[in-house]
C-alpha cells in the first residue's frame, strides 16, 4: 500500500508538471497512448523534415519543447546531473558489408530531482561524415528519423519534450509516442518545394494504434526516386501501443537527400519516476530508426542506455531492422 501511495503521488507531481506548461513544457505520455493513436503532436513546421521547418521559441511552434539555458542543464527546474555519457553509434549489417561503421554519436544523460523519486533522460544523436553502404553509388549517410527510449513499462505516465539550442542547426521532435513501433512519414514528392510540403497518399501524422504493428519500423521498405509520389497502404500506417518505450520522430542526417539538412536531433527528455540508486544501464535502450523518407532503406542502430530502476529493452533488436 505504501509504494502505491508513493506511486501515486509522483505521478500526480508529473501531471502537475505537464499541466501548468500551457504550449511550451514536457507533456504528458499516458502509458496506454492517447485517443486512437500512440502519439501526441509536437513540432507541425515542415512536414516531418521534407520541407522547411521552423525551430521553437518561446513564443511559436513550441508545443513539447522546452528552453535550459543549455543541453546539460534540466529541463525542469530542481533536477541535478547524475549521469553522463557519450556512447559510439555503430553500425554493423549488409550494407555495411558486415563489418562495424560508426556512423555517428549518442549523448545521454540523466538528471534527479532532490527528494531522489523522480529521473529525467535525455537523448542527442549526432550523425557523422560517413558513407555506411560502400556498395550503392553516391554517399549513404545514416538518417535518423525516430529515436526510441525503452525501460519505461513500470513508469505509468511520463512526461517528455526536447530542447533545441538556439542559432543550431538541428531536428525538431514532430512527435512522440508511447510505442516500440516508428512509423514511416514520406512527402507526396521530393522534386520542389510545394510538393515536399504535401504529405504522402495514405501517411499519417498520428498512426493509429488499433490492430497496430508492433515491429521496429512500419512502412514501406523501399526507395523512391524525387519524381515518384509516396504512397502507402492503411496496415503499413500504424504503430501498437507500448508503454515500455518512448518514440520522438525526427529527421537528422550529415546531408540530406531532400535538401532540408539538421545535422544531428535535438536533446529529447523523458521524466520518470526513478529511485536514489545509480543510473543502471540496459543493452540496446536506445534504438535508432532510419525510417526511409526518400531514398534510403529501413534501418535499426542499437545502443545501450540509462533506463529506471528495473528497466529493460525488449525485445531484442533485429539487425538491419
Known amino acids: 500500500m505504501k509504494s502505491t501511495k508513493v506511486k501515486l503521488a509522483i505521478l500526480s507531481v508529473l501531471a502537475v ?73 555503430v553500425m554493423n549489417n549488409s550494407y555495411t558489408g558486415n563489418v562495424d561503421v560508426t556512423v555517428g554519436s549518442v549523448t545521454d544523460r540523466v538528471w534527479r530531482n532532490a527528494a531522489k523519486t523522480e529521473c529525467i533522460y535525455g537523448t542527442k544523436f549526432v550523425p557523422a561524415n560517413i558513407d555506411y553502404w560502400d556498395g550503392e553509388v553516391g554517399t549513404q549517410y545514416f538518417e535518423v528519423n525516430d529515436i ?20 543550431t542547426q538541428v531536428s525538431p521532435v514532430y512527435r512522440i509516442g508511447r510505442t516500440y513501433t516508428s512509423v514511416q512519414h514520406r512527402a507526396y514528392k521530393y522534386d520542389n518545394a510545394t510538393n515536399k510540403a504535401i504529405v504522402g497518399t495514405n501517411y499519417e501524422d498520428l498512426p493509429p494504434s488499433a490492430s497496430g504493428s508492433t515491429a521496429s519500423i512500419n512502412g514501406e521498405d523501399s526507395t523512391i526516386d524525387a519524381t515518384t509520389a509516396a504512397s ?31 545535422p544531428g536531433t535535438a536533446m529529447t527528455y523523458v521524466q520518470a519516476a526513478c529511485s536514489s540508486a545509480a543510473p543502471a544501464t540496459a543493452s540496446n535502450a536506445i534504438r535508432l530508426r532510419q525510417t526511409a523518407q526518400e531514398y534510403a532503406r529501413f534501418i535499426q542502430v542499437s545502443v545501450d542506455g540509462y533506463v529506471p530502476p528495473g528497466g529493460s529493452a525488449t525485445p531484442t533488436p533485429s539487425v538491419p531492422f
Open 17 to 89: 508538471v505537464s499541466t501548468s506548461a500551457a504550449a511550451t513544457g514536457l507533456v504528458a505520455i499516458p502509458a496506454a497512448g492517447f485517443t486512437g493513436t500512440a502519439y501526441t503532436s509536437c513540432n507541425t513546421t515542415g512536414n516531418f523534415g521534407s520541407s522547411i521547418t521552423t525551430n521553437p521559441t518561446t513564443g511559436a511552434n513550441n508545443t513539447c519543447a522546452v528552453f535550459p539555458a543549455n543541453e546539460a542543464i534540466s529541463p525542469v527546474a530542481g533536477f541535478t546531473l547524475i549521469a553522463n555519457a557519450s556512447r559510439p553509434v
Open 148 to 167: 526510441a527510449r525503452g525501460g519505461f513499462s513500470g513508469s505509468g505516465s511520463v512526461n517528455a519534450g526536447y530542447y533545441v539550442a538556439p542559432s
Open 232 to 262: 502507402t497502404s492503411a496496415a503499413n500506417q500504424t504503430a501498437a501501443v507500448d508503454s515500455n518505450w518512448v518514440d520522438f520522430t525526427a529527421d537528422a542526417v550529415w546531408a540530406d537527400d531532400d535538401g532540408s539538412t539538421a
